[in-house]
């Protein structure tokens, strides 16, 4: 057995414990994910450089293990894909967030790159505008579920297609399907195509 079927057989009895009602299982599947989401978070503010002014890797990974504690409080996933896709909800909904607060209308980094000439300053391959986040996560909605899995499990979680299609229960082939479909579709939607 590999290190990935183990690590999912120790999530899945984690998440059997805490459908059964034990609230340990709770620290143990947070104790698990911490390095996990630590990692994704370190991952994730790379690519939203204009964010580390304010904000470093570890804020978002606080925010969203506080956010994956109270979600589980509430919410209790029966399988190891719907954990991941939980997790990486929590990343996502933290990374809207820091956005709006801190490029929103109010914001401090909403004039950050502008010159006295009121003309951008710089150009850079990322979102100049946090809607422009927002609404690449919001078409994320779209998707079916299967594709809006390996999205979360490949781009946010960092996972592997292999580790995704083990973790979804599927074969290599649908999940390479899936994210060439879901990129298409994202990329239709962002750019207001039917």
Known sequence: MGTTDKAA???QVWLDRLQAGDESAKSELINHSCKRLQRLASRMM??????QRWEEADDVFQDAMLRLHRSLSEVQPESVRQFFALAA???RRTLIDLARR??????????????????P?????????????AEFYDALDILPQG????VDFLWFEGLTQAEAAFALGVNSRTIRRWWYSARYRL?????HES
Request: no cysteine; proline share 8%.
């Open 9 to 11: 057989d120790r999530l």
């Open 46 to 51: 790379r690519r939203y450089r204009k964010l």
């Open 89 to 91: 909800t929590q990343i």
């Open 102 to 119: 801190h490029f929103g209308p109010e914001g401090p980094g909403t004039y950050e790159h502008v010159g006295l000439d009121g003309v």
């Open 121 to 133: 300053t710089t150009n850079s391959d990322e979102p100049s505008d946090p809607r422009q986040w």
């Open 147 to 150: 594709e809006r899995d390996v």
């Open 187 to 191: 990329h239709k939607a962002l750019r």
